[in-house]
């Protein structure tokens, strides 16, 4: 052995970190790019508990993978772990990609916002990013949600939680462009906006229903939700039966991905019909 080291390793490794994370997609999303571009590298699921994060991230540096994704419920406890971490991912509070850097540096972003703002645009071509949004939940994912639209553009989010003071702490956060409503002057709030986002598990499968009246959106809103099972959720069908543009949830996940597959892999990837059908499997029926 001639003792040199070769970083990173010529055969690509990345995962994705979460518990449990039987459920991911992610690992057939990234399988199916390294296929198509023909990269010598893998995608692998890691089963992390909570109280592993940190020892996690330090393995996945001293086995010299690339990088790897981080979701629930890790994103949160995983900012603590990281050397260097990006604006972005420091005003939405959690990260979801990390990347193992040349000096071996773990480096922390979050493309929730990207995935997000991509797919809108993807899925709509007369949404305005100027109009009044209104979002439904103020968790991690709506707090991602909210910077994507302030950062193109947005200057009245008007969220609804039903815990009214999640809302409220969002609106501290992350300024005047926010606006706190209660649960149940939802539909009101809806009044001359230009894009509904469910940022809830409401509505998904296994889930509770999400009670919605989009009739006081005006004719041209979006609607769009970020839950994909199922794809079309009975928000988006009812929605589509108003006649509203609508977008699903599953190219948030697909856009958000990218950023990451390119950093790791060394391809800016594709999200196309293709991607779709092989990460939803028969759900794309």
Sequence with gaps: MSGAIHWPPSTAVAGVMGWPISHSRSPRLHGHWL??????????PL?????CVEAALEGIRALGFRGCNITVPHK?????????????????GAVNTVVVGPDRRLEGTNTDAFGFLENLRAGCDHWIPSRPAVLLGAGGAARA??????????????????????ADALEVALGPAITAVDWDDRVGATEGAGLLVNCTTLGMAGHHALEMDV????????????????LITPLLADAA???????????????QARPGFRA?????PVVDGDLRAAV?????R
């Excluded at 949160?76 to 939405?92: G, H, S, T, Y």
């Excluded at 009739?215 to 199922?230: E, G, K, Q």
């Design 35 to 44: 296929n198509r571009y023909g990269i010598a590298g893998s995608y692998v």
């Design 47 to 51: 089963a992390v508990s909570p109280d």
């Design 76 to 92: 949160e406890a995983a900012l603590k772990v990281l050397d260097v971490l990006d604006p972005v991912a420091e005003r939405i």
């Design 145 to 166: 949600v909210a910077v994507a639209l302030m950062d193109a553009g947005c200057r009245d989010i008007r969220i609804a939680n039903r815990a009214r003071a999640r």
């Design 215 to 230: 009739s006081r959106l005006p004719d041209d809103a979006v609607v769009t939700d970020i839950v994909y099972t199922p």
């Design 241 to 255: 039966v108003r006649g509203l543009a609508i977008v699903d949830g599953i190219g948030m996940l697909l856009h």
């Design 264 to 268: 790791w892999f060394g391809v800016d």
């Design 280 to 284: 939803l499997g028969d759900e794309a």
